[in-house]
């Protein structure tokens, strides 16, 4: 089974840099996801880390340790449109269908 | 076209009804998903489509019936739905099974 675990909601200054982390505790992994939702829009894809380690991609950055079961996604010069829900997903190596967390709803003020 | 194209983008649809949700890609990805998703809910997985193949029905219930008529289309068809089916239904596609998903804007289905 996938017990996939993130913070239920965070708030955060703009200009600031806020962390997002994801445990999970599953049966298999095959790499993990992190997608952006905003209010009523689909997820949109943001970062796929299979190894450890931190994957840079402009503002966003994914950090995944698969020793110890845990990624962050870590969010720079936090802008007002960052303000979304960010979904975790881990990869099921089977089926290789990821399984989404609950996401983490992301509240950036002035 | 990097899209993946949902219509109706809103759908009301009474109990008796009949309705099909479409999805279009045209970005040669040859996996294609249903997903349904309650509000502050993560998306829970329906369907999976493989190169024009259902590869996973995650126990869905036969009121939602899939279909793949081309490796660019997938339609979900409804019928005899229940007030609690409301949700938004998401269509993605990957380049193959698995892979980082392009995601549909949804259709926000209530059923009354």
């Known amino acids: 089974g996938q017990n996939i675990d993130q913070p239920t909601e965070m708030t955060a200054t703009e200009g600031a840099i806020v962390q997002i982390n994801c445990t999970y505790q599953t049966s298999g992994f095959n790499g993990l996801f992190w997608y952006q939702q905003h209010a009523g829009e689909a997820p949109t894809f943001l970062s796929y880390?299979?190894?450890?380690g931190l994957e840079e991609k402009g503002r966003f950055s994914s950090f995944l340790s698969r020793s110890k079961g845990y990624s962050y996604l870590l969010l720079k010069e936090l802008q007002m449109k960052d303000s979304a829900s960010y979904l975790c997903a881990v990869r099921d190596p089977g089926s290789y269908i990821p399984t989404f967390g609950r996401g983490t709803s992301l509240i950036v003020h002035p | 076209d990097t899209e993946v194209t949902q219509t109706p983008k809103h759908l009301v649809m009474g109990m008796t009804n009949k309705k099909s949700l479409k999805c279009e890609q045209h970005m040669g990805h040859r996996a294609m998903y249903w997903y349904k998703q309650k509000a502050k809910k993560p998306p829970e997985l329906m369907f999976v489509y493989s190169y024009e193949k259902l590869s996973i029905n995650e126990s869905v219930p036969s009121r939602f019936s899939p279909e793949c008529p081309n490796s660019s289309l997938l339609n979900l068809h409804l019928h005899a739905l229940q007030p609690e089916d409301s949700a938004l239904y998401l269509c993605?596609?990957?380049?193959?099974?698995?892979?980082?998903?392009?995601f549909g804007s949804g259709t926000r289905l209530t059923v009354v």
């Open positions: 880390n299979v190894l450890d």
């Open positions: 993605a596609s990957s380049l193959a099974r698995g892979d980082g998903y392009t």
